[in-house]
T-cell receptor, first 113, second 112 residues
Framework: SAVISQKPSRDICQRGTSLTIQCQVD?????MFWYRQQPGQSLTLIAT?????????ESGFVIDKFPISRPNLTFSTLTVSNMSPEDSSIYLC??????????FGDGTRLSIL | GQQLNQSPQSMFIQEGEDVSMNCTSS?????WLWYKQDPGEGPVLLIA?????ELTSNGRLTAQFGITRKDSFLNISASIPSDVGIYFC????????????FGPGTRLSVLP
């Protein structure tokens, strides 16, 4: 299965700032996704990162708050914009090929002061 | 949309005991996935199920795709300390895409 690397692994940020999280896959994949996992909770899908077009966002998530890029088949970024303490979470990237299960990176642990 | 429930929410067992947990859905699924998440890490895929009634093993883990297609079970035999973690089931948000919805998880603690 693909190896997925996320950077940074953790960060502490000031409210009102923005942070961009990078996700690198060691092979070309069809699908890439971004999830949020709030403390003690399950995973919630933020959006599907589409290569060459705008990401597809789930209900409750908007592009202005979580802009996503996917310039090629191995790389994606998620930006958390204008952060507030409620954005403190683990942000996870996953990747999958068609009809294959998703595999996850180790996540980015984000704390906002 | 689809909702998944997992039971139990948490469990404490003695090392060497067998473990059973399940996942139920409000709608029919054509795929069930089981993941385990260790502290500080991302979820790791344990078992994938694609057919009603399918029984699949991965070492000491066995998972079954329920006949009704609305449930799945995960069993762990002879538990060891490294089995500690959170176990998530996941099913497709729709039956043709790759978007998955995750259950709330079962938190497993193994006592020596």
């Amino acid at each position: 299965s693909a190896v997925i690397s996320q950077k940074p692994s953790r960060d502490i940020c000031q409210r009102g700032t923005s942070l961009t999280i990078q996700c690198q896959v060691d092979s070309q994949v069809t699908m890439m996704f971004w999830y949020r996992q709030q403390p003690g909770q399950s995973l919630t899908l933020i959006a599907t990162a589409n290569q060459g077009s705008e990401a597809t966002y789930e209900s409750g998530f908007v592009i202005d708050k979580f802009p996503i890029s996917r310039p090629n088949l191995t790389f994606s970024t998620l930006t958390v914009s204008n952060m507030s303490p409620e954005d403190s979470s683990i942000y996870l990237c996953s990747a999958a090929d068609s009809n294959q299960p998703q595999h996850f990176g180790d996540g980015t642990r984000l704390s906002i002061l | 949309g689809q909702q998944l429930n997992q039971s139990p929410q948490s469990m404490f067992i003695q090392e060497g005991e067998d473990v059973s947990m399940n996942c139920t859905s409000s709608s029919i699924f054509n795929t069930w996935l089981w993941y385990k998440q260790d502290p500080g890490e991302g979820p790791v895929l344990l078992i994938a199920l694609y057919k009603a009634g399918e029984l699949t093993s991965n070492g000491r883990l066995t998972a079954q795709f329920g006949i009704t297609r609305k449930d799945s079970f995960l069993n762990i035999s002879a538990s060891i300390p490294s089995d500690v973690g959170i176990y998530f089931c996941a099913g497709p948000k729709d039956n043709y895409g790759q978007n998955f919805v995750f259950g709330p998880g079962t938190r497993l603690s193994v006592l020596p």
